[in-house]
Protein backbone atom coordinates (compact mmCIF):
# COMPACT_ATOMS: atom_id res chain seq x y z
CA UNK A 1 0.00 0.00 0.00
CA UNK A 2 1.09 3.35 -1.01
CA UNK A 3 2.29 4.99 1.82
CA UNK A 4 0.26 8.31 3.67
CA UNK A 5 0.22 11.57 4.89
CA UNK A 6 -2.27 11.26 8.31
CA UNK A 7 -2.48 13.26 10.78
CA UNK A 8 -3.11 11.64 14.54
CA UNK A 9 -4.16 14.05 17.37
CA UNK A 10 -2.88 13.12 20.30
CA UNK A 11 -4.17 15.43 23.27
CA UNK A 12 -5.92 18.71 23.78
CA UNK A 13 -5.77 21.29 26.51
CA UNK A 14 -8.50 23.91 26.30
CA UNK A 15 -8.35 24.54 22.55
CA UNK A 16 -4.55 24.06 22.50
CA UNK A 17 -3.80 20.11 20.62
CA UNK A 18 -0.92 18.45 20.49
CA UNK A 19 -0.22 15.46 17.48
CA UNK A 20 1.44 14.39 14.62
CA UNK A 21 1.63 14.65 10.82
CA UNK A 22 2.74 11.07 9.49
CA UNK A 23 4.70 11.74 5.78
CA UNK A 24 6.67 9.13 4.49
CA UNK A 25 9.86 11.57 5.00
CA UNK A 26 9.21 11.31 9.23
CA UNK A 27 7.08 12.41 11.63
CA UNK A 28 6.08 16.33 12.24
CA UNK A 29 5.19 16.75 15.64
CA UNK A 30 2.68 19.18 16.34
CA UNK A 31 2.56 22.40 17.16
CA UNK A 32 5.63 22.84 15.04
CA UNK A 33 7.31 26.11 13.79
CA UNK A 34 8.51 25.51 10.28
CA UNK A 35 11.65 27.79 9.62
CA UNK A 36 11.98 29.15 6.07
CA UNK A 37 14.23 28.18 3.63
CA UNK A 38 13.44 30.80 0.42
CA UNK A 39 16.11 30.36 -2.20
CA UNK A 40 16.58 26.32 -1.06
CA UNK A 41 18.67 26.94 2.07
CA UNK A 42 17.29 28.71 5.63
CA UNK A 43 20.19 31.61 5.77
CA UNK A 44 23.21 31.42 7.71
CA UNK A 45 21.89 27.76 8.42
CA UNK A 46 23.17 24.16 7.25
CA UNK A 47 20.29 21.92 6.90
CA UNK A 48 21.79 19.69 9.98
CA UNK A 49 22.37 22.88 11.49
CA UNK A 50 18.59 23.37 11.04
CA UNK A 51 17.20 20.06 12.25
CA UNK A 52 19.57 20.03 15.40
CA UNK A 53 17.40 22.84 16.64
CA UNK A 54 14.54 20.74 16.35
CA UNK A 55 12.59 21.44 13.15
CA UNK A 56 10.68 18.40 11.54
CA UNK A 57 9.62 20.34 8.41
CA UNK A 58 11.03 23.24 6.31
CA UNK A 59 9.03 25.78 4.11
CA UNK A 60 10.28 26.25 0.39
CA UNK A 61 8.98 29.22 -1.68
CA UNK A 62 7.65 28.31 -4.71
CA UNK A 63 7.72 32.11 -5.85
CA UNK A 64 11.28 32.19 -5.21
CA UNK A 65 12.42 28.66 -6.90
CA UNK A 66 10.06 29.46 -10.20
CA UNK A 67 12.53 31.98 -10.95
CA UNK A 68 15.67 31.06 -9.57
CA UNK A 69 17.08 28.24 -10.29
CA UNK A 70 13.55 27.42 -11.86
CA UNK A 71 11.76 24.11 -10.31
CA UNK A 72 12.29 22.41 -13.91
CA UNK A 73 15.98 22.87 -13.17
CA UNK A 74 15.49 21.50 -9.35
CA UNK A 75 13.36 18.70 -11.04
CA UNK A 76 16.21 17.76 -12.82
CA UNK A 77 18.85 17.74 -10.42
CA UNK A 78 16.54 15.41 -8.53
CA UNK A 79 13.98 17.42 -6.24
CA UNK A 80 14.35 20.35 -3.68
CA UNK A 81 15.10 17.90 -0.77
CA UNK A 82 18.47 16.48 -2.61
CA UNK A 83 19.28 19.91 -3.88
CA UNK A 84 19.41 21.84 -0.79
CA UNK A 85 20.32 18.51 1.43
CA UNK A 86 17.28 18.15 3.56
CA UNK A 87 15.76 14.65 3.76
CA UNK A 88 12.54 15.73 6.03
CA UNK A 89 9.93 16.66 4.44
CA UNK A 90 9.13 20.04 2.99
CA UNK A 91 5.51 22.53 2.84
CA UNK A 92 5.62 24.92 -0.35
CA UNK A 93 3.54 27.99 -0.59
CA UNK A 94 1.74 28.17 -3.77
CA UNK A 95 3.59 31.27 -5.02
CA UNK A 96 0.78 33.58 -4.62
CA UNK A 97 1.27 35.74 -1.70
CA UNK A 98 4.58 36.60 -3.18
CA UNK A 99 3.65 37.54 -6.46
CA UNK A 100 1.34 40.20 -4.33
CA UNK A 101 4.33 41.32 -2.33
CA UNK A 102 7.14 41.07 -4.70
CA UNK A 103 6.45 41.12 -8.16
CA UNK A 104 6.01 44.25 -10.35
CA UNK A 105 3.41 44.68 -12.90
CA UNK A 106 0.71 42.12 -11.55
CA UNK A 107 -2.16 41.00 -13.96
CA UNK A 108 -5.11 39.14 -12.09
CA UNK A 109 -7.79 37.44 -14.19
CA UNK A 110 -9.99 34.33 -13.48
CA UNK A 111 -7.21 32.34 -14.91
CA UNK A 112 -4.85 33.12 -12.31
CA UNK A 113 -1.97 35.68 -12.25
CA UNK A 114 0.55 37.29 -14.68
CA UNK A 115 3.38 39.25 -13.32
CA UNK A 116 7.15 40.24 -14.03
CA UNK A 117 9.36 38.83 -11.62
CA UNK A 118 11.49 40.95 -9.79
CA UNK A 119 14.97 39.44 -10.51
CA UNK A 120 15.40 39.94 -13.67
CA UNK A 121 12.35 41.76 -15.28
CA UNK A 122 10.64 38.34 -16.91
CA UNK A 123 7.26 37.98 -17.45
CA UNK A 124 5.69 34.74 -15.86
CA UNK A 125 2.00 33.33 -15.02
CA UNK A 126 0.89 31.44 -12.58
CA UNK A 127 -2.25 29.59 -12.52
CA UNK A 128 -3.63 26.65 -9.81
CA UNK A 129 -2.50 24.33 -12.23
CA UNK A 130 1.17 25.59 -12.69
CA UNK A 131 1.65 26.04 -9.06
CA UNK A 132 0.53 22.44 -8.47
CA UNK A 133 3.31 21.43 -11.27
CA UNK A 134 5.90 23.51 -9.83
CA UNK A 135 5.36 22.30 -6.19
CA UNK A 136 5.22 18.48 -7.89
CA UNK A 137 8.36 18.90 -9.66
CA UNK A 138 9.60 20.81 -6.46
CA UNK A 139 8.62 17.36 -4.98
CA UNK A 140 7.28 18.79 -1.83
CA UNK A 141 5.35 16.82 0.44
CA UNK A 142 2.61 19.11 1.75
CA UNK A 143 1.79 21.81 -1.50
CA UNK A 144 -0.86 24.60 -0.47
CA UNK A 145 -3.57 25.69 -3.06
CA UNK A 146 -2.86 28.46 -5.15
CA UNK A 147 -4.73 31.51 -3.86
CA UNK A 148 -5.04 35.27 -3.75
CA UNK A 149 -4.63 37.30 -0.66
CA UNK A 150 -5.63 41.21 -0.01
CA UNK A 151 -3.62 42.96 1.87
CA UNK A 152 -5.53 44.46 5.23
CA UNK A 153 -7.11 46.82 5.17
CA UNK A 154 -9.72 45.85 2.60
CA UNK A 155 -13.06 46.68 1.92
CA UNK A 156 -15.91 43.84 2.51
CA UNK A 157 -16.98 43.52 -1.06
CA UNK A 158 -13.17 43.12 -2.57
CA UNK A 159 -12.89 40.63 0.60
CA UNK A 160 -15.56 38.25 -0.52
CA UNK A 161 -14.87 38.46 -4.04
CA UNK A 162 -10.74 37.66 -3.55
CA UNK A 163 -11.90 35.02 -1.45
CA UNK A 164 -14.85 33.63 -3.83
CA UNK A 165 -12.19 33.59 -6.33
CA UNK A 166 -9.38 31.67 -3.89
CA UNK A 167 -12.38 28.99 -3.39
CA UNK A 168 -12.65 28.49 -7.18
CA UNK A 169 -8.92 28.50 -7.84
CA UNK A 170 -9.09 25.63 -4.41
CA UNK A 171 -11.27 23.66 -6.65
CA UNK A 172 -8.87 24.14 -9.74
CA UNK A 173 -5.59 23.10 -7.63
CA UNK A 174 -7.75 20.14 -6.09
CA UNK A 175 -8.48 18.98 -9.88
CA UNK A 176 -4.93 19.45 -11.18
CA UNK A 177 -2.84 17.92 -7.83
CA UNK A 178 -4.49 14.42 -8.53
CA UNK A 179 -3.99 11.46 -6.95
CA UNK A 180 -0.14 11.97 -5.01
CA UNK A 181 0.01 8.99 -2.31
CA UNK A 182 2.42 10.27 0.30
CA UNK A 183 2.08 13.96 -0.58
CA UNK A 184 -0.74 16.14 0.99
CA UNK A 185 -2.83 19.36 -0.54
CA UNK A 186 -3.84 21.78 2.04
CA UNK A 187 -6.64 24.07 1.18
CA UNK A 188 -6.21 28.03 2.44
CA UNK A 189 -9.36 29.79 4.49
CA UNK A 190 -9.56 33.45 2.90
CA UNK A 191 -11.98 35.72 4.38
CA UNK A 192 -10.59 38.90 6.30
CA UNK A 193 -11.87 39.73 9.29
CA UNK A 194 -15.15 38.90 8.58
CA UNK A 195 -16.11 36.02 10.41
CA UNK A 196 -19.22 34.71 8.13
CA UNK A 197 -16.52 34.89 5.06
CA UNK A 198 -14.38 32.84 6.84
CA UNK A 199 -17.19 30.69 7.82
CA UNK A 200 -18.21 30.19 3.91
CA UNK A 201 -14.39 29.89 3.18
CA UNK A 202 -14.39 27.13 5.47
CA UNK A 203 -17.21 25.36 4.35
CA UNK A 204 -16.42 25.57 0.73
CA UNK A 205 -13.32 24.25 1.56
CA UNK A 206 -14.20 21.45 3.51
CA UNK A 207 -17.10 20.56 0.40
CA UNK A 208 -14.10 19.96 -1.98
CA UNK A 209 -11.68 17.76 0.79
CA UNK A 210 -8.11 18.76 1.87
CA UNK A 211 -5.50 16.46 3.69
CA UNK A 212 -4.97 19.95 5.76
CA UNK A 213 -6.13 23.67 6.26
CA UNK A 214 -4.46 26.80 6.18
CA UNK A 215 -5.79 30.08 8.10
CA UNK A 216 -4.85 32.57 4.85
CA UNK A 217 -4.79 36.49 4.76
CA UNK A 218 -3.39 37.21 8.89
CA UNK A 219 -0.33 38.42 9.58
CA UNK A 220 -0.26 41.29 6.86
CA UNK A 221 -0.97 44.51 8.68
CA UNK A 222 -4.00 44.25 10.61
CA UNK A 223 -1.75 43.61 14.11
CA UNK A 224 -2.50 40.82 17.01
CA UNK A 225 -5.07 41.69 18.41
CA UNK A 226 -7.41 41.83 15.87
CA UNK A 227 -5.90 38.68 14.38
CA UNK A 228 -6.35 36.70 17.55
CA UNK A 229 -9.93 37.67 17.32
CA UNK A 230 -10.21 36.38 13.93
CA UNK A 231 -8.03 32.84 15.40
CA UNK A 232 -10.74 33.19 18.32
CA UNK A 233 -13.31 31.65 15.76
CA UNK A 234 -11.33 30.40 12.62
CA UNK A 235 -9.77 27.57 13.63
CA UNK A 236 -12.92 26.22 14.96
CA UNK A 237 -14.80 26.56 11.39
CA UNK A 238 -12.31 23.76 9.87
CA UNK A 239 -12.47 19.83 10.57
CA UNK A 240 -10.84 18.74 13.61
CA UNK A 241 -9.46 15.81 12.42
CA UNK A 242 -6.98 17.85 10.17
CA UNK A 243 -3.97 19.94 10.94
CA UNK A 244 -4.34 23.76 10.63
CA UNK A 245 -1.63 25.94 9.13
CA UNK A 246 -1.63 29.21 10.05
CA UNK A 247 0.64 30.99 7.13
CA UNK A 248 3.25 33.67 8.40
CA UNK A 249 3.38 33.73 11.75
CA UNK A 250 4.85 35.37 13.45
CA UNK A 251 6.32 36.43 16.94
CA UNK A 252 6.79 34.63 20.01
CA UNK A 253 3.85 35.88 21.99
CA UNK A 254 1.67 35.81 18.10
CA UNK A 255 2.56 31.83 17.97
CA UNK A 256 2.18 31.04 21.54
CA UNK A 257 -1.34 33.13 21.05
CA UNK A 258 -2.10 30.99 18.07
CA UNK A 259 -1.64 27.48 19.19
CA UNK A 260 -4.07 28.46 22.15
CA UNK A 261 -6.35 29.29 19.74
CA UNK A 262 -5.84 25.61 17.82
CA UNK A 263 -4.06 26.18 15.59
CA UNK A 264 -1.35 23.07 14.70
CA UNK A 265 1.78 24.61 12.29
CA UNK A 266 3.14 28.38 11.70
CA UNK A 267 6.03 29.24 9.67
CA UNK A 268 7.86 32.70 9.49
CA UNK A 269 10.79 34.20 8.52
CA UNK A 270 11.40 36.28 11.69
CA UNK A 271 13.99 34.22 13.30
CA UNK A 272 16.24 33.96 10.74
CA UNK A 273 15.83 37.45 9.76
CA UNK A 274 15.93 39.13 12.60
CA UNK A 275 18.95 36.65 13.11
CA UNK A 276 20.84 38.28 10.35
CA UNK A 277 20.15 41.98 11.31
CA UNK A 278 21.66 41.51 15.24
CA UNK A 279 17.77 41.12 16.76
CA UNK A 280 18.06 37.75 18.97
CA UNK A 281 14.63 36.69 20.58
CA UNK A 282 14.96 35.42 24.18
CA UNK A 283 12.51 33.93 27.48
CA UNK A 284 13.40 37.53 28.92
CA UNK A 285 12.01 39.56 25.21
CA UNK A 286 14.37 40.59 22.39
CA UNK A 287 17.76 41.34 22.76
CA UNK A 288 19.04 43.85 19.81
CA UNK A 289 23.04 42.85 20.40
CA UNK A 290 24.22 45.59 18.47
CA UNK A 291 23.51 47.83 21.75
CA UNK A 292 26.57 49.07 23.23
CA UNK A 293 25.78 47.64 26.88
CA UNK A 294 26.98 44.52 25.48
CA UNK A 295 30.39 45.14 23.96
CA UNK A 296 32.03 44.40 27.50
CA UNK A 297 29.60 41.40 28.98
CA UNK A 298 31.24 38.18 29.89
CA UNK A 299 27.30 36.52 30.01
CA UNK A 300 26.00 34.35 27.33
CA UNK A 301 23.06 36.04 25.29
CA UNK A 302 20.72 33.50 27.66
CA UNK A 303 22.32 31.49 30.22
CA UNK A 304 19.43 29.11 30.23
CA UNK A 305 19.96 28.29 26.42
CA UNK A 306 21.76 25.27 25.15
CA UNK A 307 21.86 26.43 21.41
CA UNK A 308 26.12 26.75 20.44
CA UNK A 309 25.79 30.83 20.46
CA UNK A 310 25.03 30.84 24.41
CA UNK A 311 27.09 27.87 25.29
CA UNK A 312 29.87 29.28 23.77
CA UNK A 313 30.27 32.71 23.30
CA UNK A 314 29.64 36.23 25.35
CA UNK A 315 27.77 38.76 24.22
CA UNK A 316 30.91 40.64 24.18
CA UNK A 317 31.58 38.49 21.34
CA UNK A 318 28.21 38.63 19.77
CA UNK A 319 28.35 42.17 19.89
CA UNK A 320 31.90 42.38 18.41
CA UNK A 321 31.31 40.29 15.60
CA UNK A 322 27.99 42.00 14.86
CA UNK A 323 29.49 45.41 14.64
CA UNK A 324 32.13 43.51 12.34
CA UNK A 325 30.04 42.19 9.63
CA UNK A 326 31.61 38.77 10.72
CA UNK A 327 29.52 35.56 8.71
CA UNK A 328 29.40 34.17 12.16
CA UNK A 329 27.14 36.71 13.46
CA UNK A 330 24.50 36.04 11.68
CA UNK A 331 25.39 32.13 11.71
CA UNK A 332 25.26 31.88 15.92
CA UNK A 333 22.48 34.56 16.30
CA UNK A 334 19.93 33.24 13.58
CA UNK A 335 20.85 29.26 14.99
CA UNK A 336 19.86 31.05 18.64
CA UNK A 337 16.54 31.95 17.37
CA UNK A 338 15.95 29.21 15.65
CA UNK A 339 16.32 27.20 18.41
CA UNK A 340 14.44 29.67 21.46
CA UNK A 341 11.52 28.91 18.81
CA UNK A 342 11.78 25.20 18.48
CA UNK A 343 12.03 25.28 22.42
CA UNK A 344 8.82 27.21 22.60
CA UNK A 345 7.28 24.76 20.60
CA UNK A 346 8.19 21.74 22.65
CA UNK A 347 7.70 22.89 25.63
CA UNK A 348 3.97 23.80 24.65
CA UNK A 349 3.72 20.50 22.88
CA UNK A 350 4.78 18.65 26.34
CA UNK A 351 2.66 21.14 28.54
CA UNK A 352 -0.79 20.02 26.18
CA UNK A 353 -0.25 16.57 26.70
CA UNK A 354 0.07 17.01 30.44
CA UNK A 355 -3.19 19.43 30.24
CA UNK A 356 -0.66 22.52 31.95
CA UNK A 357 -0.75 24.73 29.00
CA UNK A 358 -2.48 27.19 31.28
CA UNK A 359 0.48 27.23 33.73
CA UNK A 360 2.95 27.10 30.79
CA UNK A 361 1.38 29.78 29.17
CA UNK A 362 1.56 32.29 32.62
CA UNK A 363 4.78 31.37 32.84
CA UNK A 364 6.39 32.32 29.35
CA UNK A 365 4.35 35.71 29.69
CA UNK A 366 5.87 36.90 33.33
CA UNK A 367 9.58 35.57 32.33
CA UNK A 368 9.18 37.76 29.00
CA UNK A 369 7.67 40.33 31.46
CA UNK A 370 10.61 40.44 33.45
CA UNK A 371 12.58 41.94 29.96
CA UNK A 372 16.38 41.84 29.67
CA UNK A 373 19.02 41.13 32.60
CA UNK A 374 20.46 43.94 34.06
CA UNK A 375 23.43 45.68 31.91
CA UNK A 376 26.86 45.09 34.48
ZN1 LIG B 1 20.87 30.36 22.62
Redesign the pocket.
Known amino acids: MAPKISFDLKATDGKARTGVINTPRGEIRTPAFMPVGTAATVKAMMPESVRATGADILLGNTYHLMLRPTAERIDRLGGLHKFMNWERPILTDSGGFQVMSLAGLRKLTEKGVTFKSHVDGSKHELTPERSMEIQKLLGSDIVMCFDECPALPADRDRIAESMRLSMRWAERSREAFGDRPGHALFGIMQGGLEQDLREESAEALTKIGFEGYAVGGLAVGEGQEAMFDCLDYAPGFLPEDKPRYLMGVGKPDDIVGAVARGIDMMDCVLPSRSGRTGQAF?RYGVVNIKNARHQDDPR???EK???P???NYSRAYLHHVFRSNEMISGMLLT??NL??FQEIMSGMRDAIAAGTFDAWQKDFHDTRAQGDIERL
Open positions: TPLDCSCACSWHHY
